[in-house]
Structures are given as C-alpha cells and as structure tokens.
C-alpha cells in the first residue's frame, strides 16, 4: 500500500510513525516547549532522527475545551517552522490544520501533508488541497473541540464513524484528489467516550479494510488516563501499548510524541508478527517495488538528487570495496540525467562505470555477466511513457536483486552519497562496441547456422531500448528488415507503436507485404508478433508455437507455464499435443518461479512477456522472436499456419468495484452462481475470480467458445458480486 506525499512515496507495508510537533503555547501534553523557532526545528530533527518518517506540526490546540485560534497567529506560528522543516529534514512535513489559509500557505511553504482534524470540512478546504500533491488525513470528530466530550453518543460508533470516512474519501475523490494520497483515522479521544475508543481500536480493522491507510492518534491521550488513572507526563507506556496494539489491528501511520519508544515498540512488533521485513521495520519509505524504483521524473524519488544518493547506497551494498557497475538505458530524455548521476554516484564511491547507453533490461542482465561486472543498472519505465522513469539493479549473474541486498541498500538511502577521496574514485567509460557481444549472443539462440536470409520482416522497437540492437541482429542474419518504432527522440517512447499499441505493426507488416512483424516494447522484454496478414499473434499464441517445435524436435523440459489468465485456447491445445501445463499467479516472478520448480523451459504471459530459459535466464523479447523465426524457417510454414493450431477462446473481463475487497468466491450466492456457469460452460470454458492487489476491484473472467454465451456468463457473475458485497 503506497501513500503519495508531495514528492515523497511511502510504502505503508510495514508501519510508520509521525512525531507530533506543537507549536502552540497551550498544547496540552507539551505545555508550549516548541514554540519558539530554535527549539521547534531542534525537537523535529530529534525525532526525525529517533525514526519519525513525517513531522506534523500544530498550531492550534485541539485538546477539549481549547479555544480557536485566529488565522493570522496561526499562520505567525506555523509557517516560519514548516518553511525551515521543509528546506532542511529530509522528512516530509506535515500540518495538523482545519483552517483552508493554513493549509494553501502550508503547501506553499513546502509542506507534504495536510492533517486535517475536520477532514476537510470547512468551506474551501477541499480546494485548498486538491490542486497540489500533498497528502492528506481525514479524521472523524463528533461536535466541536470546545464541547466534543461533554456528553459523546452514538449508535454504532464504528459504521457511524466508518461512513463518515466513506463519504469523506468519495468527497476528496470526485474532487480530484487521488487515492493515493489520502489517509482516514478514527479520531481517538475527539468526541468519543471510553467505551467509543476502545471498540475503535478493537475494531479497527474494519476500517483498514476499505483500503485507505489508517493514522491512529493515541499518544498520551485521556483514555490513558481512565484506564491507567496517570496523569498527562507519566503516559508513555500506555502510548506505546496503544500503538503497538493500533498497528496489530492495521494502523500504518503511528502519530506519537515519543518517537524512540514507539519505533522500537513497532520494529518487535512486526518483527514478532513475521512482517515481510522481518526484524526490522521501514521508518523511512520503501523505494524499491517489484520493478526496482519507479515514478514520475521531477516527483521523488525520480529526481536527479535521489539517483545520485541510490547510486552511492547502491555502491556501499554492492561493491564495497570499489568493483565494477554497467550502466544500461532506454530511450527516455529523463535517461541522460539518470545515467549522468547514477555515473557521478558511482565513481565518487570508487566504482568504475561502464557506460552501455540504448540496450534492452536483458542485454544488460546478460552483459553483466559477460562483461564480469559486480553488479548492473537499468534506467527504464518499460512499457511507461516518456515522463516515467525507473532504476533497477541486477547482480552479477544477471540476475534480481535478493531481497536483503534491497533492503541494505534501502538502509542508506536517507544518507547523502559518499565521496573517497580523489586516488580512491573509479573511471567512467563508454562500451559503444560491447553492444555486438550482446547482438551475437542473440544470433547464437539460433539453431546450428540458421540465417533468416529470404524472410522480410517489420520490426517495431516502440522508439525504445531495442531500436539499435534488434534491427541490427535481424539485418545481420541476412532478413530484410522494415524498421519501425526505430526512431526515439527521448519522448516518443511506446507511443503509438511497440507490443503495447500493435496497430501500426499489423497496418505495416500487411502494408509491405511481409512475412512477420515483431514488436518489442520500451525496455525490449515483452513481444508481440504479427502474421503475414497483418494479424496479432499474443504471448498465448507465441508460446503455443514454441512448445510444439520444441516437442518435435525432442527438447521439450518439463511442463509450460502461463498465469492464471492465459487464454483457455493455451490449455486446449498443448493438451492435445500431450504436453503438461500449469498456471501460476499472475506476474513473470511467478512464473520463473514454476518454471523452476517443475524444470521447464517455457513460459510467459499473454501480454508477451515470455521466457525460453534453454536459451537465457531472463525475458528477452527478441530472443522470443528469433526462436518463432527458426521454427518459421525449419518447417517453412507461416506464422499463421503456425499458430492456427491454438484457437483463441473469447475472453470476457469484467472488473466489479466493490466497497471493500472480500473473498466473492467464498460467498454461497456467488459460488452457486460460478457453478452454474461452470456446468454450463462444462470441459470448454473457464471462470476466474481474482480480487486486484491493489483496489477494492474483483475481476470476473469468463472464457468459452461462444463469445455470446460469455459476455452473458459474465455480465451474470458480475452482477452476483455486485449482489454479495458488503456494503458500503
Ligand atoms: C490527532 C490529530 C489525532 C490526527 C491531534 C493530541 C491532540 N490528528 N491531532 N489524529 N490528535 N490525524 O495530539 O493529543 O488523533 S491533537
């Protein structure tokens, strides 16, 4: 679970703590320690250093019975502080405001967040916020500060207090503001009785349940005080219970006074709980998906100061003692800033750079290897457009980064690059001509000496990676070739053309009367191909062609691997041949992984990601292809008549919004209504029900013959998970 906050990205999977600042003089746990400018910036850079991932600064008290505070000194208090915070912590810095003057001052001043006890209530807060990136947090508040806990009631506090989040989120949503940036909290202690904010907490998983990150504000507040009959100096194990017990029950944002005490509380706690992370806990954002790291240039941590600090993190990890890095890249104009920072980066900590410019991701992986390197970089968004980019490491045998390796160099992230002293600083250097290891390494996947002489081919690049590398290898191996996609300019990447948008590909091939059109995408890993007619053969197709050449030619290992949603048509066919096939969950790891497991060879998605591991360890688009090609060339069919022996099955996709994620399948009334379709689909059809990783979407999947009867079925089961839902 992400949070966007201004240019900084948390990844929520494990807990972070917010260190609360006042700046008021009548704050009631602090008493107006940090008023003035000196001691506010003195205590924020003691927490950030205790492990405070956020700095949320108040200046408006809003203990029970508090008084508001005008505009204009609330202003005099707060913006001279976030204007320093911001400039100097590296730790994004919010502001706990109701006041819509507060909050645009506050983004001006160079806050990230917006923390807003009224949760955007007052007029004009709404779009004070929506036009900015900011992050914001939308508590529940029963009355008014003066009198909320006078005489607090409630009906269900949780379905009162979880709607009015709902309907806040819906509210910030229809206003523009994405997900992604929003937080909900329950708002302990904020017109709530004892018994109010104990079922709260109790039951606070129903609320992390709709998606949203859950802040939980429980730092020496009075509950502590009921329960514990302490009074406010003397509540710091009751604060740090509370929120160790907050995050069990799926807070991912700890807002404490004590920041020390309430990190190590939460790194046990996770640790104990066999957290992903196991031992430790992120105090800082995560940067590293399962892509490497990835955003909008200009945004962090896309910018040109985040590559230079991963590039030293990266060098402490990977090449300690100085080493060797190539350096690889697409066709992106944000590539020339990368590739200069992450070169910077690297020889200021002693690291020689070989710099291999345009190249496919597996050119890189494989001339890593080649070329004896500790370790490489990929600067790539893949089949993103231009103004994404990305930074990805491989280690020395091409291979993914493990998991420790990531977290190690995660670990120095918050520190700035290292420099060695000026003897100690590695070189860079060009490797323009390292490029044709990789190209004969390609033309090597071919059997024996096969050449491609005679076939005319249209190959697509998508004004990426491959653009010089692929229609050199295809020339090379004598095939006329009619490049398209082959011209990048830094911000026409996988636009319009490439495996992502195959129009021009199939318009082309059957325009010059071609035999075969390959398209490869931005970074070169993913494939789609195109038939003399000018007709998209899929990743599906692709595979099914391979694994009946391999089987002929007595080199089939093991099973062929696809996802949970290859085409049903995939099944059908390679069952007919008499080879095995398994699914695995949907993503290349996952087939790798089944792949391994069962020693075979062959896989892919439908998408074109595909994997031949007898030729190379890693998805190469155009090592797919130049394998399609020979058995073009060995049996002298064309591709259609190649790929006419698997019939494609309609598909139907539907994706079901729901207020929450469930398990639909689990549900009487949706599991009668699958079996149905199920009977009536019998041997030839499929349905598949997969709740997304990432929304509260279930997507329902319906395959069979007829393409009818499937948009029915569909639309049936759809409707049965609407029906099911909890709701809202
Ligand atoms: C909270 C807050 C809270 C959020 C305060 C105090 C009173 N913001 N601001 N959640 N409490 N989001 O710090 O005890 O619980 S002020």
């Known amino acids: ?165 709902r309907d806040r989120v819906a509210r910030c949503v229809e206003a523009g503001i994405a997900r992604s940036r929003l937080v909900v909290d329950p708002g302990f202690g904020f017109g709530k009785a004892l018994e109010h904010n104990l079922e709260l907490l109790r ?48 807070a991912r944002i700890v807002r404490a006074h004590d920041v020390g005490p309430t990190v190590d509380a939460l790194r046990i706690a996770m640790a104990a709980g066999g957290g992903r992370r196991t031992g430790t806990i992120a105090m800082t954002s995560r940067y590293f998906g399962t892509d490497g790291v990835r955003g909008r240039v200009g945004t962090h941590p896309m910018t040109v100061e985040f590559a230079l600090r991963l590039a030293g993190a990266a060098a402490r990890v990977l090449a300690p003692d100085g080493g060797r890095v190539l350096v690889g890249k697409d066709t992106r104009l944000s590539g020339y800033m990368f590739e200069a ?48 980019n990305g ?43 390292e490029r044709a290891l990789y190209q004969s390494f390609c033309a090597s996947t071919l059997p024996g000496d096969m050449r491609l002489g005679g076939l005319k081919l249209v190959i697509d690049c998508a004004n990426g990676a491959a653009y010089k590398v692929a229609p050199r290898v295809l020339a090379d191996l004598d095939a006329e070739i009619v490049p398209i996609g082959c011209s990048p300019n830094g911000r026409n990447i996988n636009v319009g053309c490439g495996s992502t948008s195959p ?67 995939l099944e059908i066919a390679l069952k007919d041949l008499g080879v095995p096939f398994l699914r695995a969950a949907v993503g290349d790891r996952h087939v790798l992984q089944l792949l391994r497991t069962h020693g075979g060879v062959l896989g892919g998605e439908a998408s074109g990601h595909l994997l ?52 639909a399948a689990r549900e009487p009334s949706v599991a009668a209504a699958i079996a149905k379709v199920e009977k009536s689909l019998g041997e030839r059809g499929r349905v598949v029900l997969r709740a997304s990783g990432t929304e509260p979407l279930i997507r329902v999947m319906v395959e069979g013959e007829d393409a009818q009867a499937v948009g029915r079925h569909a639309a049936t089961l759809a409707e049965a998970v609407r029906a099911a839902a909890p709701a809202a």
């Open 341 to 388: 920072a992450l070169e910077a980066g690297f020889v200021a900590a002693g690291v020689d750079v070989l710099l291999a410019g345009p190249l496919p991701t597996p050119g890189i992986a494989y001339l890593v290897q080649r070329l004896d390197c500790d370790f490489g970089a990929v600067i790539s968004a893949s089949h993103n457009l231009f103004d994404d």
């Open 203 to 250: 039951r606070l998983p129903e609320i992390a349940a709709d998606g949203i990150p859950v802040l939980a504000g429980l730092s020496r507040k009075s509950l502590i005080g009921q329960l514990t009959r302490r009074d406010n100096g003397d509540r710091l194990a009751g604060s740090v219970a509370l929120a160790t017990i907050a995050v069990q029950n799926g």
């Open 1 to 165: 679970m992400r949070l966007q906050c201004g240019r900084h990205l948390f990844d929520l999977d494990a807990p972070i703590v917010m260190g609360i600042l006042n700046v008021t003089p009548d704050s009631f746990s602090d008493g107006g320690r940090y008023a003035g400018l000196p001691e506010a910036l003195a205590q924020a850079e003691r927490m950030a250093g205790e492990g405070a991932a956020i700095i949320d600064v108040g200046g408006e008290s809003t203990r029970p019975g508090a008084a508001p505070v005008a505009v204009d000194e609330e202003l005099r208090r707060v913006i001279p502080v976030v204007e320093r915070l911001a400039g100097s912590l590296v730790v994004p810095v919010s502001v706990d405001t109701r006041k819509p003057a507060v909050m645009r001052a506050a983004i001006a001043a160079g806050a990230s967040m917006i923390n807003d006890v009224a949760a955007l209530r007052e007029p004009g807060a709404i779009d004070a916020v929506a036009d900015s990136d900011v992050a914001v947090c939308l508590m529940h508040m029963q009355g008014e500060p003066r009198t909320m806990q006078q005489l607090p009631r409630y009906g269900d506090v949780l379905s009162e207090v979880r709607g009015f989040l």
């Open 612 to 663: 031949c591991l007898d030729k190379t360890t890693t998805g190469d688009g155009l090592i797919v292809a130049l394998q399609v090609l020979a058995v073009m060339k060995s049996t002298g069919k064309t591709l259609a008549e190649l790929a006419a022996g698997m019939q494609r099955f309609p598909q139907q996709l539907i994706n079901v919004r729901v207020a929450r994620r469930f398990d």
């Open 391 to 433: 930074i990805k490491f491989f280690d020395r045998s091409g291979g993914k980064l493990a998991d420790d390796l990531e977290e190690a160099i995660e670990s120095h992230l918050d520190e700035p690059a290292p420099t060695r002293e000026s003897a100690a600083l590695g070189r860079a250097t060009r490797v323009d001509s």
């Open 503 to 569: 129009e021009l590909l199939k318009l082309t091939v059957a325009g010059v009367r071609a035999d075969a059109g390959i398209g490869l995408d931005g970074d070169g890993d993913r494939l789609v191909m195109a038939d003399h007619l000018g007709r998209a053969v899929d990743g599906d197709q692709l595979l099914y062609v391979l694994a009946k050449a391999r089987l002929a030619a007595g080199d089939l290992k093991g099973p062929v691997v696809g996802t949970v949603m290859s085409n049903l048509g």
